[in-house]
């Protein structure tokens, strides 16, 4: 038998208090995993370029400084503001068609968020209703989802994507349906394990026993195990579906002009990049310091919600004494 | 060890005021409070305490495998008149470990590898620490098998962890253990996963061996017949300290700590009519905060003014026996707790 | 404690000539685990708990002992109508609930419950003391709304000797003998005649388990429970239990009053366990005679004709080998199940 030691309890009480304490207590317990999120410098990236990215999309009427479909055909393929014949009206440039870059990134930022978000959300309630049901029903019902999600995960996503958005006209909505319904099988994976795990614990048989409906004992008993493996997954996710979208703009099935995305942009500055290496450049680095960001993130709330990590983390950093 | 020449050391294992701590967000805690214990050639020693009074930290401090966030803060540990501790005793630790001085831990089948056979495991210990060839070593395992009490050991060699039972598999580990002629095996509650018919074919081994092979034990325990059986002396913990030791035969009869006391009534008696048992009242301290003085005092019938001031030392009462306690060998008189309405 | 139900009956059991609570007759529980033969036509079955009778009157404690695989916590879970039954009976209050499901299983929830062996597993560490004690209440319809059970929690509550403003708080901040009282709370709330305690102490450490054991005693003095107390050995279960039945590999052994057993053990393997158990007196441990079995259980895919435990018997003869000697009286009120005593 083993007693858990004072920092798991400690521990334990935290986890609680985010997931369903009174809103005082989850400050205070917030403020100390953000001195901690200071120290660890790739996580506060992260986290920083997400806040950014969240910032940016929001408030882009105000944040562009022009724009961005604006059309100017005396300012086409004006250079960045420090090579020579650039100027700060364009910080970062125009295109082939005199659009000022940075205007249009700023947009794309929220064509990003929106997809993201979007596809996350679906994908996300869908697979982890399915990996439930899955996971607690097991036998013919956990048969029946998990083959269709075998036989999902086999073909080729982006693929499946492309065919279906050749046949229907593509826009936000419809990439945002077909990446859900390319994306919800991680979810359920993900979901039916946990609850394998969680459906053997003393406390689930304790909630049946004491008469807990189905229903209930999925809900109070199971979900909430799954809030910290679902929010790193989905962060994730998030990542690759900027990355999907990018791509599917880039291919030219994705978000269509005159709506700005920033694997549209790469798409358009293609034909010019010898000559205006901006074009690509910049919305490329958009996307690549994102997915980074998200990516460490993840692997940030990974590390901060594994209470032994954490403390070996603090043991290492504090003043530990010297053997005598 | 009548014959031998007189070593240039005393004890086979010396403990002295050894100082563990974990260090956590709440604090630190304080896990093993100076501590301090010696171990002699062939000599069986029982460390019994309750989850949280340090018995086991205290084994992995002597095997220095103490990690963070634990770290040892103050004492020493010396094997053989030396040092396991510091730069230089490390290494020293790291060339007896597994070789003069041998644990087996509770749990069989975390210290097993689930990818190799018995036999290979076993060998493999021979070959690297007694530079054995590999039909010398095959020969010793089959022997060793044999003195655990595993039948048929030339067909078990071939068999992997998984294939034996939780009792067979402790065998294998004490065989391990063994494989190398240790002067020490701590074995760390070695027969608290099993069944009791199978711990006592356990400690009948242990008793065995011990007395073949003239090992010395160190075994760590929460269960008072379990050390019974084994041990020549025994060590209380509580809350990191030793709060009573002696030998044997003199504890058990006439415990002289009142904790001591509480846990003999605690434990159930086969051969006792008792009507009803009679536990300790509240629960053991928080380590990162432990009361003042006595650590005990606010479970203790017994427990005085000074109890609270003041820790009481380890003190000699004649007999080897040591106690810390201001009211050693006091009686409780109606100490008859009202069970149901005190909390566990 | 007005809306707690007090004993009315005296705690001392006048069992003979009264029906029993519960009746277990035939009880067999088997686990497929997979198919052997060539063709994969020979299912395999772990025997669990294969032909298993006894009887628990009201305000009763049976002791139910056994080892490892000796099918000691199915039969409780089997009772509780947790795993499927392959053969035999379950009456309870004189129904017959073998085949009970849906609402009336869950009703029947009302009246049986269980302790857990694991004070830490069994208590969902995201809920706060008062969800998990005033859980049955809400899932069985006794209050609307969690908030209204308070009351009858913290009475719960001061009932197995915890604090009342425990019900603001999270299971972590209990210790393991104070956890398994939020347990044995949240199993009294429905007002049960009965209850399954699985190993209820074994998790705790020895000054503790004292303190755990004297509550159901207390609590069953106090409300006339009736207990099935499942232990892995026989020290405990002699201090709280009227009568004691033991298993091996599936079957009861032997079955009879608490200080028969003790005093009068009939089966070579009750013997055996008896002297299993450490006296912590060396100079007494070191005089007694002890009978150290040889040997393992048994494989239950594949249990040995003839008694179960013959293959670690110490006094077995060729008879035992062969034919399994049925549970019959060996002195009043003892059964066992051996052929040579």
């Known amino acids: 038998m083993s007693l858990p030691s004072p920092h798991e309890v400690e521990e334990a009480q935290r986890e609680e208090v985010l997931t369903s304490g009174r809103p005082y207590e989850v400050l205070r317990a917030l403020r100390g995993s953000l001195r901690e999120l200071v120290r660890d410098k790739a996580g506060l990236f992260g986290v920083l370029v997400v806040l950014a990215l969240v910032f940016v999309a929001i408030f882009a009427p105000w944040l562009a400084p022009h724009d961005p479909s604006r059309q100017s055909l005396s300012d086409r393929l004006v250079p960045p503001f420090w090579e020579s014949g650039g100027s700060f009206t364009h910080v970062l440039g125009t295109d082939n068609l005199g659009r000022d870059v940075l205007s249009r990134i700023i947009y794309g930022a929220r064509v990003s968020l929106l997809v993201g978000l979007s596809v996350v959300l679906l994908a996300g309630v869908e697979g982890t209703t399915l990996g439930l049901i899955s996971g607690y029903r097991g036998g013919r019902v956990d048969a029946w989802i998990m083959g269709a999600v075998d036989t999902q995960v086999a073909f080729p996503g982006l693929l499946l994507a492309l065919v279906i958005l050749s046949v229907v006209s593509p826009s936000a909505t419809s990439i945002i349906i077909v990446l859900a319904l390319n994306g919800w099988m991680v979810y359920a994976r993900m979901a039916r394990g946990v609850v394998l795990s969680v459906k053997e614990m003393p406390y689930v048989e304790a909630a049946e026993i004491v008469g807990c409906r189905p229903r209930r004992v999925v809900a109070r008993h199971i979900l909430p195990n799954l809030a910290s493996p679902l929010l790193t997954l989905a962060i994730l996710e998030f990542a690759r579906i900027v990355l999907a979208e990018a791509a599917l703009s880039f291919l030219g099935r994705g978000i269509q002009p005159p709506q700005v995305s920033w694997g549209l942009m790469v798409a358009e500055g293609r034909a010019y990049i010898f000559r205006a290496w901006w074009l690509v450049t910049f919305p490329g680095a958009a996307i690549a310091i994102t997915v980074l960001g998200i990516n460490l993130l993840a692997s940030w709330l990974r590390v901060a919600a594994d209470p032994q990590e954490r403390e070996k983390r603090f043991a290492a950093t504090a003043r530990t004494g010297s053997v005598a | ?344 | 404690m007005p809306s707690l139900k007090l004993s009315e009956r005296s705690p001392e059991r006048d069992r003979r000539g009264a029906e029993p609570l519960l009746i277990v007759r035939g009880l067999t529980v088997r686990f497929p685990v997979g198919r052997a033969g060539f063709w994969g036509n020979r299912r395999l079955f772990v025997h669990a708990v294969d032909d298993v009778s006894f009887e628990i009157f009201r305000g009763e404690t049976l002791g139910l002992v056994g080892e490892t695989g000796s099918g000691k916590t199915t039969t409780g879970r089997a009772i509780l109508r947790r795993v499927p039954i392959a053969a035999g009976t379950i009456t309870f209050k004189g129904n017959d609930i073998t085949h009970v499901d849906g609402d009336n299983l869950r009703h029947l929830r009302r009246d049986m419950q269980l302790v857990f062996q694991d004070p830490y597993a069994s208590l969902n560490p995201r809920m706060k003391v008062l969800d998990l004690v005033g859980e049955p209440l809400v899932v069985h319809g006794v209050v609307r709304r969690i908030r209204e059970a308070r009351d009858r929690v913290r009475e719960l509550l001061e009932l197995v000797g915890l604090p009342a403003d425990a019900v603001d708080r999270y299971p972590h901040a209990f210790s393991g003998g104070q956890r398994q009282r939020i347990g044995i709370a949240r199993a009294l709330a429905l007002e049960p005649d009965f209850i399954v305690c699985d190993e209820p102490v074994s998790a705790l450490d020895v000054s503790i388990r004292a303190q755990v054991v004297n509550l159901l005693q207390n609590l069953q003095d106090r409300l006339g429970l009736t207990y099935l107390f499942i232990a892995h050995d026989l020290s405990v279960v002699r201090h709280i239990s009227h009568r004691i039945a033991v298993m091996y590999a599936g079957k009861v052994v032997e079955i009879a009053d608490r200080d028969e057993i003790y005093e009068n053990p009939k089966h070579p393997y009750t013997q055996a366990l008896l002297s299993a158990v450490p006296i912590p007196d060396p100079a007494l441990q070191r005089t007694r005679r002890r009978q150290i079995l040889r040997g393992e259980i048994p494989n239950p895919v594949d249990p040995p004709p003839g008694c179960r435990f013959h293959t670690r018997c110490p006094i077995a003869e060729d008879r035992c080998r062969t034919d399994p000697p049925p549970l019959e009286p060996k002195r009043p009120e003892h059964l066992a199940a051996c052929w040579l005593t």
């Open chain 2, 1 to 344: 060890m009548s014959g031998e020449v007189t070593p240039a050391w005393k004890h086979l294992l010396e403990v002295e005021h050894l100082e563990v701590r974990f260090f956590t967000r709440r604090g630190e805690a304080q896990a093993v409070r100076d501590v301090s214990f010696t171990i002699d050639r062939g000599e069986t020693l029982g460390l019994v305490g309750e989850s949280g009074s340090g018995k086991s930290v205290t084994s992995l401090a002597v095997l220095g495998l103490i990690q963070l966030p634990g770290k040892i803060t103050g004492g020493d540990v010396r094997w053989k008149g030396r040092s396991l501790l510091g730069q230089g005793g490390e290494r020293y630790a790291r060339s007896i470990r597994g070789k003069e001085l041998a644990v087996v831990f509770q749990d069989p089948m975390t210290s097993l590898n689930p990818l190799f056979p018995i036999g290979t495991q076993i060998g493999e210990v021979l070959r690297y620490h007694m530079g054995m060839s590999k039909s010398q070593a095959r020969t010793r395992t089959l022997e060793l098998l044999d003195l655990v009490g595993i039948s048929n050991p030339a067909q078990r060699i071939h068999q992997y962890p998984h294939e034996f039972s939780g009792g067979m598999r402790q065998r294998m580990l004490i065989a391990m253990a063994l494989a190398c002629e240790p002067e020490l095996l701590i074995a760390d509650e070695p027969t608290t996963a099993l069944d009791v018919t199978i711990q006592a074919q356990i400690l009948e081994l242990l008793a065995e061996l011990q007395e073949r092979l003239e090992v010395a034990v160190l075994l760590i325990s929460h269960d008072l017949g379990v050390v019974a059986q084994v041990c020549h002396r025994i060590a209380v913990m509580y809350a990191g300290k030793i709060v009573e030791s002696g030998p044997a035969e003199e504890v058990f009869p006439r415990p002289g700590h009142p904790y001591t006391m509480g846990l003999m009534r605690s434990t159930p008696r086969l051969d006792l009519i008792q009507a009803r048992l009679v536990g300790i009242d509240g629960a053991p301290p928080d380590l990162v905060r432990p009361p003042a003085g006595c650590p005990f005092h606010p479970r203790c019938p017994l427990a005085v003014e000074e109890c609270l001031e003041e820790m009481p030392p380890l003190e000699a009462h004649g007999g080897g026996r040591e106690v810390a306690c201001w009211r050693a060998f006091t009686e409780a008189v109606g100490a008859e707790p009202g069970a149901g309405s005190t909390r566990g």
